[in-house]
């Protein structure tokens, strides 16, 4: 196995070039050789946006991410390691001029406005001033930004009137509502609410946007769920499931409606998410386990009520990635992964209607 430190920074590259006797170099989403439009990754964790924009014919020219392992993930599905924190002056320096899109899922984060305008300086010190200060300096024809829910009400709404008075006045692009979309009526049975943001350029000409139109809701875990009998590792002990229903009966005597929660094959998921309770509330029931005898240290006997975690392959799936996206790292790493990442059908279906627009605009290449 090739170290990623051995290979230069977002060295593209195909199987049969560089190694061409490496199964495990093999690129299931290779670059697009003749693109529709060009884009950059920022926050890119494992490709979310990447896979959602190069499916509809877009080249990514740049992309950023610091975690180390999610780098790997990258470079093994996309053949490009990304570049690193993006907070740094040489790391922008990386950015290629005249790329169409911009992408980011970045992280919220309070803005210091009391007392001011709420302008491009005042987000200073937070990721979204890295975001605007490449819109500032490239000036692509448009962007996408992804959050979560809570932005919209985040400090009482002034952090996100904060980046659209910064989007919208001080960077000169037509910005049209934001939006709430829940990735669970784009495909995926999974209950995820997240905040889009796009834009574009004003000397486009665009005026409108309208956001993609819920789906009937047709997933559900069943269509998800693994095919083949799951390790017995995955399977609650008796000992942790008696503390989860201890600690739900604890919380429910108190009126709070706290704990762990098991998803019937009908039904469709809590949204993933990293830590907390983000494997407890999203709990299955399968009956096909065999074999009872622990695979790990835990303390406790394999339950018989058939309840287990869901597999990472399984939170793939939920988030929209396809079969082939390899998972290559440890389980604890790839839940980290899979619940920070986008859902890739809600991101696609918005991203098709932006450039759909930016396309008629004649803007593309330009």
């Known amino acids: 196995m090739i170290s990623i430190n051995s290979l230069s920074r977002n060295s593209s590259y195909e199987e049969s070039s ?11 989403f290779p670059p697009v050789t003749d693109p529709k439009f060009t884009f950059i990754d920022l926050f890119a964790g494992i490709g979310g946006f990447r896979l959602a924009f190069q499916s509809l014919g877009g080249k990514c020219l740049f992309s950023s991410e610091w975690d180390s392992s999610a780098q790997k993930t990258y470079l ?11 907070t740094k002056s040489e790391t922008k320096k990386q950015i290629p001029p005249g790329f169409d899109i911009l992408c980011a899922g970045f992280p919220c984060q309070a803005f210091s406005i009391a007392g ?29 930004l992804e959050n979560v829910k809570g932005l919209r009400n985040h400090d009482r709404g002034r952090t996100l009137n904060t980046i659209l008075n910064v989007l919208r006045e001080d960077l000169n692009y037509f910005v049209p509502e934001p939006e709430i979309i829940n990735a669970k009526y784009f495909g995926v049975p999974q209950n995820r609410e997240r905040i889009f943001i796009v834009g574009f350029r004003k000397d486009l000409g665009i ?9 009937t809701i047709t997933k559900t875990f069943s269509d998800i769920k693994e095919k083949n009998i799951v390790s017995t590792k995955y399977y609650l002990s008796n000992q942790y499931l008696k503390t989860l229903k201890e600690h739900r009966r604890r919380h429910e005597s ?18 993933i998410v990293v830590g907390g309770m983000g494997k407890e509330r999203n709990l299955v029931i399968d009956n096909r386990i065999t074999d009872f005898t622990p695979v790990t240290n835990i303390k406790g006997e394999v339950n018989r009520e058939g309840i ?8 793939a799936r ?13 389980d604890a790493q790839a839940y980290k992964q899979f619940g920070n990442s986008v859902a890739v059908p809600a991101i696609k279906a918005t991203a098709k209607k932006l450039i759909e627009l930016v396309e008629k605009s004649n803007a593309i290449g330009k």
């Open 116 to 144: 001011r305008k709420g302008g491009f300086e005042d987000t200073r010190g937070t990721l979204f001033f890295d975001v605007a200060e490449i819109l500032k300096h490239h000036k692509p024809k448009a962007f996408f």
């Open 207 to 215: 005026e409108s946007f309208s956001y993609p139109k819920n789906n």
């Open 76 to 86: 093994e599905n996309f053949g490009d390691i990304p570049h690193g924190d993006i």
């Open 318 to 330: 939920l988030q929209g990635f396809p079969d082939k996206f390899k998972i290559v790292v440890a």
């Open 18 to 28: 560089l190694f061409p006797n490496e199964p495990h170099f093999k690129i299931p």
């Open 308 to 315: 287990r975690k869901m597999t990472p392959r399984e939170w």
């Open 254 to 271: 108190k009126g709070n409606g706290f704990g762990y929660e098991i998803i019937p094959d009908d039904g469709i998921s809590n949204a």
